[in-house]
């Protein structure tokens, strides 16, 4: 089954009102029809200006995480319906800068996932290994292990989800995961995810960890990659669409 790639940007606590619209408008000049899905995943407090120049066009949009809880006294927190009210299709969850900094567990990654489809928002499950544990040969214990608390908690709605290996040592270093390392983990999960739901061809398995406009055609071409969730070279528009580019 052939699908559309799915290229995702993640801004992380980058931008500001000036700096999105002008990355914004040149992306929106760049794309032409691209052959990929395309979404920007921004800052919360500029989820409404996202709205605004992007509704009824070819980027989609997202956030970058949500509470777990659907409402109440949690000081800070963004719910999923607050989201929704902003138009985003997407949001990040598990995170590896928040499992790190933030002490996300994977029972608070798995929550957040199933807060989001509730909504009707796709969450973009962020999975992977440290250096640490690639060298301890623990990289498909470990991703295995973030990806089945969240099987657990969606359960029927498996196939909603999509799913970013990210290896942790891979992420804003400039070090790139080769297209076989980051094939054979996307394989592992692809399987995971074929044990839990028959539709498993259907999820996006995006690679992200220093994707950029030169590696991102390698990556791409594997068969178990769906797309790809890029941080920095996201905040550049000629890089951003040379990555779009090269998804087809
Ligand atoms: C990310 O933060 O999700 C990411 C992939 O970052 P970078 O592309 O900068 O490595």
Not at 62 to 90: I, N, P, W
Not at 136 to 150: C, I, N, S
Not at 207 to 225: C, E, F, R, V
């Amino acid at each position: 089954m052939t699908k559309k790639k799915l290229i995702a940007g993640n801004w992380k606590m980058n931008g500001g009102l000036a700096a999105n619209e002008a990355l914004l408008r040149a992306l929106l000049a760049g794309l032409g029809q691209p052959s990929a899905d395309v979404a920007v995943c921004a800052p919360a407090p500029y989820l409404a200006q996202l709205q605004g120049l992007l509704a009824g066009g070819p980027i989609g949009w997202g956030a970058q995480d949500l509470s777990a809880h659907e409402q109440g006294a949690y000081t800070g927190e963004v719910s999923a319906a607050m989201l929704k009210d902003f138009g985003c299709r997407y949001a990040i969850v598990g995170h590896s800068e928040r499992r790190q900094y933030h002490g996300e567990t994977d029972a608070t990654v798995a929550a957040k996932a199933q807060r989001a489809l509730a909504a009707g928002i796709t969450p973009i499950v962020c999975v992977g290994e440290t250096l640490v544990e690639r060298e301890a040969e623990q990289t498909e214990a470990v991703v295995k292990r973030q990806l089945a608390a969240v099987i657990h908690a969606v359960a029927h709605c498996t196939s909603e989800i999509v799913v970013a290996y990210e290896p942790v040592w891979a992420i804003g270093t400039g070090q790139t995961a080769t297209p076989e390392q980051a094939q054979q983990v996307h394989a592992v999960l692809r399987a995971q995810l074929a044990a839990a739901t028959h539709q498993a061809e259907r999820v996006h398995i995006l690679y992200g960890g220093s994707m950029n406009a030169a590696n991102a055609a390698s990556l791409l071409a594997q068969p178990d990659i769906d797309g790809g969730l890029i941080g920095g070279a996201s905040l550049k528009a000629p890089d951003f669409l040379r990555i779009i580019a090269a998804a087809h």
